[in-house]
């Protein structure tokens, strides 16, 4: 991210949601790691999802207050208010971007969202709401859609006027964007296995007049930045501190012969 932001002052970076998930090993320490590294990489907003809730909503408000960029929920609610920030505003040089977040409330367990007093709007609704408010402030309307590609395909056909859209949940790989009506369609990475580049071209009107993009791999071979790999080994050295503790929490055997 630092060499993009090098060459290309216009860079907005946005995260589809499931960053974390709570049946991974040391589910809270991966979490707020995760959170972390998001914030030392400067992302400009990230879409609540269903893996965000995996550990309570207790433990998301804890890690809410502590995460310094925009979380983005135009569709799930407490009682009466967005659990996240509806939408977000970028300004750029001559033209504004604005980021909606939305998922899908097939992937909640009802039971989960009784207990903790949340409720997943239709997303077709509420895009049919917001997306007027939204436009009237920004050009270029980016879509975080943490659904079912089935659903996103219908959503986009229904509700036209959405530029980009960024697909989550989907474990395959969309190595090059795809054209729905009039929208641009690319996918978020798995498992921080690839950064997802669209470049656009905006004109002078503020409107998108061509573009390109690529999924570049992350492998042993990027370079690592200096702050975000100092993080990496303090999760390593706490994983393995938890780990010496539950081994020796665990019950001794003894055999006798």
Known sequence: MNELREKNKNIILLD????FRGDANFPTLRAETSMKALDLMKYD??????????????????????????????????????LGETYLIKKFVGFKVGVIGLV????????FLAKEG?????????LKEILPKVKAQADIIILLAHMERIEI?????????????VIGHESGILNQPEILTKSILVQNSMQGKFLGILDLTIGERGT????????????ENTSSDPTVLALIREFEKQRDLNRSKEMGQMPQHVTIQ
Do not use: H, W
């Open 208 to 219: 998108i007049e061509n573009y390109t993009g690529s999924m570049v791999g992350i492998t």
């Open 16 to 19: 589809g949601g499931d960053s």
């Open 153 to 165: 395909n219908m959503l986009i056909q229904k509700v036209p006027g959405v530029d980009v859209v």
């Open 45 to 82: 907003g990230m879409n609540i999802a269903d893996g965000e809730l995996s550990l309570g909503l207790k433990f998301f408000e804890k890690l809410r207050e502590k995460t310094r960029f925009p979380l983005l929920s135009a569709n799930l609610y407490k009682k009466e208010n967005p």
């Open 104 to 111: 899908s409330p097939t992937f909640f367990n009802v039971e």
């Open 118 to 126: 949340l409720k997943v709007k239709d997303p077709e609704a509420t």
